[in-house]
Every structure is written in structure tokens, then in C-alpha cells.
């Protein structure tokens, strides 16, 4: 899930909850939900574990990298995907 399913799903709480957690602002997020802002590997590792603890629903990091349109045998989700 990317940030933006993820904002719809689990709503301002969660997001506000997951901005603590990584010290970020909720302006950040929304740059990020609209894909203004390009997140970094370990950034996108941060936010899908902050997410996970928060909800127990992560954000996936091949989402948040905006690869989550590649074909799957490229970025490496062949052998066990969900």
C-alpha cells in the first residue's frame, strides 16, 4: 500500500502517529502522498515500520519508492509476494 491508500485507509490519526514517531511534520507527508517529494530507501524502510507499529497494516517500501508499477520480475517480487 502507498502512502496515499494508506492516508485514506487508516486516516489523519494514524498518519499524525506515524509523523511522530519518524519526527517529521504532516506537511512532509503530504508531499509525500502526493508524490512531490521523492522518499530514499531508508526513509521508505522508516515510514513502512513506523506504519506497521502504528496500524499493524504497513506501507510496503516498493510503494513508497514509486516502483509499485515496475513488473514484479524486476523489482524482485516474484518468489514470495503476498
Not at 5 to 11: A, Y
Not at 14 to 31: D, H, I, M, P, S
Not at 50 to 68: F, H, I, K, N, Q
Request: net charge positive; with cysteine; proline share 2%.
Amino acid at each position: 500500500m502507498n502512502a496515499k491508500e494508506f492516508h485514506e485507509k487508516h486516516g489523519v490519526n494514524a498518519v499524525k502517529q506515524v509523523c511522530e514517531k519518524l519526527g517529521t511534520t504532516v506537511n512532509y507527508w503530504k508531499r509525500v502522498k502526493g508524490g512531490h517529494t521523492a522518499v530514499s530507501a531508508e526513509r521508505a524502510l522508516a515510514l513502512a515500520k513506523a506504519s506497521d507499529e502504528v496500524t499493524g497494516d504497513p506501507m510496503t517500501v516498493v510503494d513508497l519508492l514509486g516502483l509499485g508499477d515496475q513488473p514484479e520480475r524486476i523489482i524482485g517480487r516474484v518468489r514470495g509476494a503476498k
